[in-house]
């Protein structure tokens, strides 16, 4: 289909003038490019036909002015390039075909910087282009960063998958991307959203919002390990967890254990607590159930640095042999459930039961009860 010539004159137009980024919106007809003055140009597409018909040729100029060819991004991208493989020359093309699938493969590509998040963001906004280019550190150290941090947070109440929910939360509290006000208005909505809690969990777990006391024994534990904590991981990580950050990371878990909306929240939620009980040792055990754990707890138990903790703290070997357990929680603690069930809330937790109730009881020592 031949464009109108209204048209075909004003795209050229724009494309002598070098935008950065060109998007389309279907529904308005219009198509906008950003220029480097930092404006941006509209244009009201008059479609001769066709609309649909008419809009794969508006993309066909683009495709043969930006890539030398009609075919457009899947063409290209066969041509030239696998997906997160593109030199930055080529990831400056992309931004040029008003496509949100060449605008995914910019913000995947391990070429992104931020200039290009910030071109790539305005080309096309998108919760999951935002997770994507907040994995590149480039980007959260920039000036993008933390625009899409708050566009995450501000789009969770109309996220329905728990993972993304887990995610967008952990990304946006990457350092330097949202205000202490803003974490705290944050947490504050974990009251209501169980998923927010694991975000934190796995993204400041020694930095939770929320004020409560060290473990009882704390004092007695850190004068007895005070000759170990400099060579014996195990002790440091037991003082951790007795301290008051320690103690919060672990009433947060507790409150994901007792009410998980769904199985991928109980499955992030026991990743973060392996991930928080790493530095003791090799995380994660065999793929074994909870009662097998317990029984490998006996064996991590009689290993050097556990052995020279439980002989300078006696009173802490509970504490001890249920870090031991969490630290190497996988999917095989939860397979018996989930293996015969697809079922979510309350009967999710009903059926969940001997699994959590067990760990639960794992965090008792840990807490002081």
Same mark, same amino acid.
């Given at each position: 289909?031949?464009?109108?010539?209204?048209?075909?004159?004003?795209?050229?137009?724009?494309?002598?003038?070098?935008?950065? /980024?060109?998007?389309?919106?279907?529904?308005? @007809?219009?198509?906008?490019?950003?220029?480097?003055?930092?404006?941006?140009?509209?244009?009201?597409?008059?479609? !001769?036909?066709?609309? %649909?018909?008419?809009?794969? +040729?508006?993309? +066909?100029?683009?495709?043969?002015?930006? @890539?030398?060819?009609?075919?457009?991004?899947?063409?290209?991208?066969?041509?030239?390039?696998?997906?997160?493989?593109?030199?930055?020359?080529?990831?400056?093309?992309?931004?040029?075909?008003?496509? &949100?699938?060449?605008? =995914?493969?910019?913000?995947?590509?391990?070429?992104?910087?931020?200039?290009?998040?910030?071109?790539?963001?305005?080309?096309?906004?998108?919760?999951?282009?935002?997770?994507?280019? @907040?994995?590149? &550190?480039?980007?959260?150290?920039?000036?993008?960063?933390?625009?899409?941090?708050?566009?995450l947070v501000e789009f969770?109440?109309?996220?329905?998958?728990? %993972?993304?929910?887990?995610?967008?939360?952990?990304?946006?509290?990457?350092?330097?991307?949202?205000?202490?006000?803003?974490?705290?208005?944050?947490?504050?909505?974990?009251?209501?959203?169980?998923?927010?809690?694991?975000? =934190?969990?796995?993204?400041?777990?020694?930095?939770?919002?929320?004020?409560?006391?060290?473990?009882? %024994? !704390?004092?007695?534990?850190?004068?007895?390990?005070?000759?170990?904590? /400099?060579?014996?991981?195990?002790?440091?990580?037991?003082?951790?967890?007795?301290?008051?950050?320690?103690?919060?990371?672990?009433?947060? =878990?507790?409150?994901?254990?007792?009410?998980?909306?769904?199985?991928?929240?109980?499955?992030?939620?026991?990743?973060?607590?392996?991930?928080?009980?790493?530095?003791?040792?090799?995380?994660?055990?065999?793929?074994?159930?909870?009662?097998?754990?317990?029984?490998?707890?006996?064996?991590?138990?009689?290993?050097?640095?556990?052995?020279?903790?439980?002989?300078?703290?006696?009173?802490?070997? &509970?504490?001890?042999?249920?870090?031991?357990?969490?630290?190497?929680?996988?999917?095989?603690?939860?397979? &018996?459930? =989930?293996?015969? !069930?697809?079922?979510?809330g309350s009967l999710m937790?009903?059926?969940?039961?001997?699994?959590?109730?067990?760990?639960?009881? @794992?965090?008792?020592?840990?807490?002081?009860?």
């Amino acid at each position: 289909m031949e464009l109108s010539s209204e048209d075909a004159l004003r795209l050229n137009v724009l494309l002598a003038n070098h935008p950065l /980024a060109i998007r389309i919106n279907e529904s308005r @007809l219009t198509l906008d490019g950003l220029l480097a003055t930092g404006g941006a140009t509209s244009i009201r597409l008059n479609p !001769t036909g066709d609309a %649909e018909k008419y809009l794969r +040729a508006v993309r +066909a100029l683009l495709s043969e002015h930006a @890539l030398g060819n009609p075919g457009g991004y899947p063409l290209y991208l066969q041509r030239w390039t696998r997906m997160g493989r593109m030199r930055e020359e080529s990831l400056e093309q992309l931004l040029l075909l008003g496509e &949100p699938t060449a605008v =995914f493969a910019v913000v995947c590509a391990s070429g992104l910087t931020d200039e290009l998040a910030r071109r790539a963001w305005w080309a096309y906004e998108d919760a999951e282009n935002a997770r994507r280019m @907040l994995c590149t &550190p480039e980007v959260v150290a920039g000036e993008t960063g933390p625009e899409l941090a708050r566009y995450l947070v501000e789009f969770l109440p109309f996220e329905s998958d728990s %993972e993304a929910v887990t995610e967008s939360v952990r990304l946006a509290l990457q350092p330097g991307l949202l205000e202490a006000d803003e974490i705290a208005a944050l947490w504050q909505r974990s009251a209501r959203k169980t998923t927010i809690l694991v975000g =934190f969990m796995l993204a400041l777990p020694d930095a939770i919002p929320e004020e409560l006391p060290p473990h009882p %024994e !704390t004092a007695r534990w850190r004068e007895a390990l005070q000759g170990s904590v /400099a060579h014996n991981p195990v002790a440091a990580q037991l003082l951790r967890t007795a301290s008051a950050s320690g103690q919060a990371f672990l009433d947060t =878990f507790e409150r994901v254990l007792r009410k998980p909306p769904s199985p991928d929240v109980v499955t992030s939620a026991l990743e973060a607590m392996v991930a928080y009980q790493a530095p003791a040792g090799p995380a994660e055990g065999p793929d074994a159930t909870l009662d097998e754990l317990q029984r490998l707890a006996e064996q991590v138990m009689a290993e050097p640095a556990w052995r020279e903790c439980a002989a300078a703290a006696p009173t802490a070997i &509970p504490a001890l042999r249920a870090m031991a357990i969490l630290g190497r929680l996988n999917y095989g603690v939860l397979r &018996p459930v =989930f293996s015969g !069930t697809d079922a979510i809330g309350s009967l999710m937790r009903k059926k969940l039961q001997p699994v959590t109730e067990p760990l639960l009881g @794992l965090l008792g020592p840990l807490r002081g009860r």
